[in-house]
């Protein structure tokens, strides 16, 4: 089977796009199992995640996203992938209304082109504890947590998925998500492991972010660990409604006002190139239909 695919991403945030809107008879391919080899940078063609378009089942959606980590697990939501997700919808699948909803895992997610970026309302951000989900109660906002013998104060956030947020004074604070994001990751404080992200506050609108991902590890951006940090900064007094946050791959902007309002992303979103790929059993299995 050759299946075609795009290639994307949004501040270096990168995704390998299959479309199932146009031919459903890849429905069969167990995407689980394929994101393993379509996302390897060796063997593969290399990707932070796989993101599959398939026809929506909500009916004020325009299509459906799911979303596949290199280690095979699927992922409730991504910001930077709904918004690579919409131009791909105006390009490919003839979407030409100015706002449109993504179905997610986590629910529709509404979304618009603003020349040569794309916005997305986020919804609200979840704050309760038990809800992002952490093995606390209450609200965790800048809560000691011991990860290999060493403390964090750390903020929980879930924007439709875990993240745990750790404010740090230096880049070299920001040097420590490679060493200690997979540790917090996988802590047993986060029953459904989380994204981490640590931040150091340039100025009030300005902040320098790293992320190491969810089943992907380091990345150069995370646009759900941009709005998770503006969140849990914003509510700490260390930031301001609008801010711009500057990861490796490039600058995200997020507007969030305080409790009770919606998150707001902002950024680019960027076309890489198309193919088709070759499929053996080994790596896209098909499942019984």
Not at 188 to 213: I, S, Y
């Given at each position: 089977?050759?299946?075609?695919?795009?290639k994307?991403?949004?501040?270096?945030?990168?995704?390998?796009?299959?479309?199932?809107?146009?031919?459903?008879s890849?429905?069969?391919?167990?995407?689980?199992?394929?994101?393993?080899?379509?996302?390897?940078?060796?063997?593969?063609?290399?990707?932070?995640?796989?993101?599959?378009?398939?026809?929506?089942?909500?009916?004020?959606?325009?299509?459906?996203?799911?979303?596949?980590?290199p280690?095979?697990?699927?992922?409730?939501?991504?910001?930077?992938?709904?918004?690579?997700?919409?131009l791909?919808?105006?390009?490919?699948?003839?979407?030409?209304?100015?706002?449109?909803?993504?179905?997610?895992?986590?629910?529709?997610?509404?979304?618009?082109?603003?020349?040569?970026?794309?916005?997305?309302?986020?919804?609200?951000?979840?704050?309760?504890?038990?809800?992002?989900?952490?093995?606390a109660?209450?609200?965790?906002?800048?809560?000691?947590?011991?990860?290999?013998?060493?403390?964090?104060?750390?903020?929980?956030?879930?924007?439709?998925?875990?993240?745990?947020?750790?404010e740090?004074?230096?880049?070299?604070?920001?040097?420590?998500a490679?060493t200690?994001?997979?540790?917090?990751?996988?802590?047993?404080?986060?029953?459904?492991?989380?994204?981490?992200?640590?931040?150091?506050?340039?100025?009030?609108?300005?902040?320098?972010?790293?992320?190491?991902?969810?089943?992907?590890g380091?990345?150069?951006?995370?646009?759900?660990?941009?709005?998770?940090?503006?969140?849990?900064?914003?509510?700490?007094?260390?930031?301001a409604?609008?801010?711009?946050?500057e990861?490796?791959?490039?600058?995200?902007?997020?507007?969030?006002?305080?409790l009770?309002e919606?998150?707001f992303?902002?950024?680019?979103?960027?076309?890489?190139?198309?193919?088709?790929?070759?499929?053996?059993?080994?790596?896209?299995?098909?499942?019984?239909?």
């Amino acid at each position: 089977m050759i299946v075609p695919f795009v290639k994307m991403h949004g501040a270096g945030n990168d995704f390998v796009v299959i479309d199932v809107v146009r031919d459903e008879s890849f429905r069969v391919l167990d995407w689980g199992r394929l994101s393993r080899t379509l996302l390897d940078r060796r063997f593969g063609i290399g990707g932070d995640q796989l993101l599959v378009l398939e026809p929506p089942d909500l009916k004020d959606a325009a299509v459906k996203m799911r979303i596949f980590n290199p280690d095979g697990s699927e992922v409730e939501m991504c910001g930077n992938g709904i918004r690579c997700a919409a131009l791909y919808c105006k390009r490919f699948l003839g979407v030409q209304v100015e706002r449109f909803g993504v179905e997610t895992l986590s629910g529709v997610v509404v979304t618009g082109i603003e020349g040569d970026e794309v916005a997305v309302d986020m919804g609200l951000p979840i704050l309760e504890a038990e809800r992002v989900p952490t093995t606390a109660k209450g609200r965790v906002a800048g809560m000691p947590l011991e990860v290999a013998g060493r403390q964090f104060l750390i903020h929980a956030v879930s924007m439709g998925n875990p993240h745990c947020v750790v404010e740090v004074t230096d880049d070299e604070g920001l040097m420590m998500a490679e060493t200690f994001g997979p540790k917090i990751e996988r802590h047993p404080f986060f029953p459904n492991r989380t994204n981490v992200e640590f931040v150091r506050v340039l100025r009030p609108d300005l902040a320098k972010v790293r992320v190491w991902e969810r089943g992907a590890g380091l990345t150069l951006a995370c646009g759900s660990g941009a709005c998770a940090v503006a969140v849990a900064l914003r509510l700490a007094g260390r930031l301001a409604p609008e801010v711009a946050l500057e990861l490796p791959g490039g600058t995200l902007f997020v507007r969030y006002q305080g409790l009770g309002e919606h998150v707001f992303l902002k950024g680019p979103a960027v076309f890489v190139f198309e193919g088709r790929y070759p499929l053996t059993l080994s790596a896209g299995e098909e499942r019984d239909v």
